[in-house]
């Protein structure tokens, strides 16, 4: 699976970067609490100004989590996802949950989330899926992401509890979030429309390339090291 080629993988990273964002996943909450809310309502429940919280609203729409209906002079949001945006319920239902039966804190949710908020990230996430454990080079050759890039996304995806490293093999964590469980659920169906699908013929790494990854190897990935991406 190629790290820039997913008929979902757009759509999900996208919906993850607006979700991670401390007010936006306020205001689907207040809509969750609220169906039928007013762009008003919701920024004088949030405290925030009508302009940014009409921003908001209008961001987790286009994302396919809530709905509009014009009622005479008034837009009103409802917590409806929309059939025409893939994966949508299905994020929408493990966000409800997540909000209101998990324990995880909305801080917590956020963070989760900011784990999904990248492509390379998805198809690393993805292709843990496909094996048990797999060797860092072995996970740099099947995503074809760089040494440098795999070494900085796999941290983030560390720090954020979603993989993890035992004798230098890599393996998804098993993670309560329902969050999380979600959009793994929706990388891994997303897999297998692909493979249903004709594509172009997918990239494989040259000899020099496998030969600077080999020296690359022995370095240490250090986890602690902190990019924005």
């Not at 979700?19 to 039928?36: D, G, M, Q, Y």
């Amino acid at each position: 699976m190629n790290g820039e080629t997913s008929a979902l993988q757009p759509t999900l990273w996208r919906t993850c970067r607006i979700l991670a964002h401390v007010t936006r996943l306020a205001c689907l909450k207040a809509v969750f609490e609220n169906p039928s809310s007013t762009v008003s309502e919701v920024a004088g429940r949030l405290s925030v100004p009508v302009n940014q919280a009409s921003m908001f609203l209008r961001a987790l729409q286009a994302r396919g989590l809530i709905q509009a209906q014009r009622h005479s002079r008034w837009v009103r949001y409802a917590p409806f996802a929309d059939p025409l945006v893939p994966g949508s319920r299905i994020l929408l239902n493990a966000l409800r949950r997540a909000l209101f039966v998990g324990k995880d804190s909305e801080a917590d949710i956020q963070r989760t989330l900011t784990g999904f908020t990248h492509p390379r990230r998805l198809v690393i996430l993805a292709q843990l899926q496909k094996s048990r454990s797999v060797s860092f080079e072995e996970l740099a050759v099947a995503t074809q992401i760089s040494v440098p890039a795999l070494s900085r996304h796999l941290s983030k995806l560390t720090a954020r509890a979603l993989v993890s490293c035992t004798e230098q093999e890599w393996r998804l964590v098993v993670h309560p979030n329902p969050v999380a469980r979600a959009l793994l659920r929706l990388i891994q169906s997303d897999e297998q429309e692909l493979k249903k699908k004709p594509g172009k013929a997918r990239k494989t790494l040259t000899a020099a390339a496998a030969k600077d990854l080999k020296a690359a190897f022995e370095k240490p990935l250090n986890p602690s090291r902190k990019r924005i991406g």
